[in-house]
């Protein structure tokens, strides 16, 4: 390798697979061709070639964190195979540097009539551990998966998570260098992927990790670098939270040009049977409260100031432009405009929008999210208002009213988006990604994303 700091070069790779059209296909390209060139005419071929990896090349550095993100049948898992060593490039090279421990393919590496104790000495022996290293760590193995006495049952009677609590148990406990991982954690319940997010971040301050993800927050939020994989080849990489955007702007497009249609009369229905009526949610008694100790905070210099910028017509954005974005501002509940805010403290989000064409059925949402994209609340009017139908020309206007949370400091983005149809069924208009800056200084939120007002705090003795 060209530098002492590259665990993972990937040059020039290509993956090709023959796809027969008819079972005997296969065997005509087995005799026909070599019959053929025995009497030295030209070979027919009785395949396509798909070709699922196509050219990549990249460098990933030793303590980096590295998401891969794209559609399914982008090519995906098959580079995480050929750089773990279990496919065999069609052109190209990979370059590895450390111990590689990875969790592919959900069960992959597990005999499934070996018991539980067995596949984890196998699999830890050939991931590079001894036998007497394995019996020094097996009790932590078995401690991590939690999969109880089924460690002595055979792999085939598990279900889905507990074969990934065992090979994520493994993987954990053989001092690798780099991790590989591949969405298997998607099956897993709520308190292991906790467990498993722990060690990740333990395991990042030293290691490097190469991980797979649909979830664009967390290719932000974890990744230090992030690569979008499209039809085998790179399409982007560089900053997650760049990568992030336009990866899910694409699905945005491919959506839309996939239905292509007006929105039917059918759609119209379902976006307007939960409104029908004045209000679809039962009417709840607004009771207000602030934060016991906020007297005391906003008199000190934990008080949570947050300040907003005017709203950026020109950020980056993207959908059809027939209904467009055209304002967003944080007022107080009287309706002023507001520059800066304390958080804690009640505030309306208003959305205001103008429409290049008649609209059904327009759906306004927002998300706030955090300087590395992670969304950290959000909602939007398909539930709980009445129906609009919008003439060509005429401006509308969204507001959500609700307690600002405490961010911890730092800058944070609002993102906006103006659809028509239904929640699941839409046609995105305009999607506008950092249309309001907010930057939060002092805070006395140490831990967490955000901090919420508490009705009340205590300390007492029993």
């Known amino acids: 390798m060209s530098?002492?700091?590259?665990?993972?070069?990937?040059?020039?790779?290509?993956?090709?697979?023959?796809?027969?059209?008819?079972?005997?296909?296969?065997?005509?390209?087995?005799?026909?061709?070599?019959?053929?060139?025995?009497?030295?005419?030209?070979?027919?071929?009785?395949?396509?070639?798909?070709?699922?990896?196509n050219n990549v090349s990249f460098e990933i550095k030793k303590g980096e964190t590295v998401g891969i993100i794209g559609r399914n049948g982008s090519g995906k898992s098959t580079l995480l195979q050929i750089i773990c060593g279990t496919l065999t490039p069609t052109h190209g090279k990979v370059e590895t540097r450390g111990r590689i421990a990875a969790l592919l393919e959900l069960g992959s590496g597990f005999n499934p009539?070996?018991?539980?104790?067995?596949?984890?000495?196998?699999?830890?022996?050939?991931?590079?551990?001894?036998k007497e290293e394995v019996a020094e760590r097996f009790d932590k193995i078995v401690e991590f998966a939690d999969i109880g006495e089924f460690i002595d049952q055979p792999v085939k009677t598990y279900s889905s998570g507990m074969s990934v609590r065992l090979a994520f148990a493994v993987i954990a406990h053989v001092d690798a260098d780099i991790l590989i991982i591949d969405e298997a954690l998607a099956v897993g319940d709520a308190f292991f992927v906790q467990k498993c997010m722990r060690f990740l971040r333990s395991f990042m301050e030293k290691g490097t990790v190469l991980f797979v993800s649909h979830d664009s927050s967390a290719i932000t939020n974890l990744c230090s670098h992030a690569i979008w994989l499209?039809?085998?080849?790179?399409?982007?990489?560089?900053?997650?939270?760049?990568?992030?955007?336009?990866?899910?702007?694409?699905?945005?497009?491919?959506?839309?040009?996939?239905?292509?249609?007006?929105?039917?009369?059918?759609?119209?229905?379902?976006?307007?049977?939960?409104?029908?009526?004045?209000?679809p949610v039962a009417e709840v008694e607004k009771e207000d409260y602030h934060d016991m100790r906020r007297d005391f905070i906003n008199a000190s210099p934990l008080r949570n100031d947050i300040e907003l910028f005017s709203f950026n017509p020109d950020a980056a954005s993207f959908g059809t432009g027939q209904a467009k974005i055209i304002?967003?501002?944080?007022?107080?509940?009287?309706?002023?405009?507001?520059?800066?805010?304390?958080?804690?403290?009640?505030?309306?989000?208003?959305?205001?929008?103008?429409?290049?064409?008649?609209?059904?059925?327009?759906?306004?949402?927002?998300?706030?999210?955090?300087?590395?994209?992670?969304?950290?609340f959000g909602d939007n009017t398909y539930i709980g208002t009445s129906a609009l139908n919008i003439e060509k020309g005429e401006k509308f206007n969204a507001k959500f009213e609700f307690r600002m949370p405490t961010l911890p400091p730092g800058q944070y983005s609002l993102c906006a988006a103006l659809a028509e149809g239904t929640q699941a069924d839409h046609v995105q208009h305009h999607w506008v990604h950092d249309g309001l800056i907010i930057n939060s200084h002092s805070s006395f939120v140490v831990t967490g994303l955000v901090g919420i007002p508490m009705r009340n705090i205590e300390l007492e003795l029993m």
């Open 3 to 53: 530098s002492d700091e590259t665990v993972i070069k990937v040059e020039k790779l290509d993956k090709y697979y023959q796809v027969y059209e008819r079972p005997n296909d296969r065997l005509k390209q087995f005799i026909i061709p070599r019959v053929k060139r025995l009497l030295g005419r030209n070979a027919q071929n009785y395949f396509r070639e798909f070709k699922a990896l």
């Open 230 to 279: 499209q039809h085998g080849e790179i399409r982007q990489q560089g900053i997650p939270k760049e990568v992030a955007e336009q990866y899910l702007e694409a699905q945005f497009e491919a959506i839309q040009k996939e239905t292509e249609k007006p929105v039917s009369q059918a759609d119209k229905k379902v976006g307007t049977q939960f409104s029908t009526d004045k209000s």
């Open 113 to 130: 009539e070996f018991t539980g104790r067995e596949n984890v000495y196998l699999n830890a022996t050939v991931l590079g551990l001894s």
């Open 327 to 376: 304002d967003i501002g944080l007022k107080d509940l009287q309706g002023k405009s507001l520059t800066w805010i304390v958080g804690g403290e009640s505030v309306k989000l208003s959305i205001t929008c103008f429409a290049d064409k008649p609209l059904n059925s327009p759906i306004v949402g927002f998300y706030l999210k955090d300087r590395l994209g992670q969304t950290l």
